[in-house]
């Protein structure tokens, strides 16, 4: 059975930072790109970050560019989304996704609140 389950998220102060993980099983986690999304209320679930199936490649939208470091432990079958200079304006709920081809899967989210 094929888990993603993301921890880390929580409440925030402006310039704080949050790590969040996800912890897949049930597939060959190494062989999926792994990916980063978050959705706010009332908005699209807009890309963060993906990373290919050796750690490299990563990408990221202008928005966390320099704050967000993306990153996976093939070992551990784990993905992390480093988080700094948190603003409001990225409180969402974030969600990781794996990719093999055309076969998707996701997580359930964590909420990330940045708040003063």
């Known amino acids: 059975q094929v888990q993603l389950v993301e921890s880390g998220g929580g409440l925030v102060q402006p310039g704080g930072s949050l790590r969040l993980s996800c912890a897949a099983s049930?597939?060959?986690?190494?062989?999926?790109?792994m990916s980063w999304y978050r959705q706010a209320p009332g908005k699209e679930r807009e890309l963060v970050a993906f990373?290919?199936?050796?750690?490299?490649?990563?990408n990221y939208p202008d928005s966390v560019k320099g704050r967000f470091t993306i990153s996976r432990d093939n070992d551990k079958n784990t993905l992390y989304l480093q988080m700094n200079n948190l603003k409001p304006g990225d409180t969402a709920v974030y969600y990781c996704?794996?990719?093999?081809?055309?076969?998707?899967?996701w997580g359930r989210g964590t909420q990330v609140t940045v708040s003063a």
């Open positions: 990373i290919n199936t050796v750690g490299g490649a990563s």
């Open positions: 049930g597939f060959v986690f190494r062989t999926y790109v």
């Open positions: 996704k794996a990719t093999f081809g055309s076969r998707n899967y």
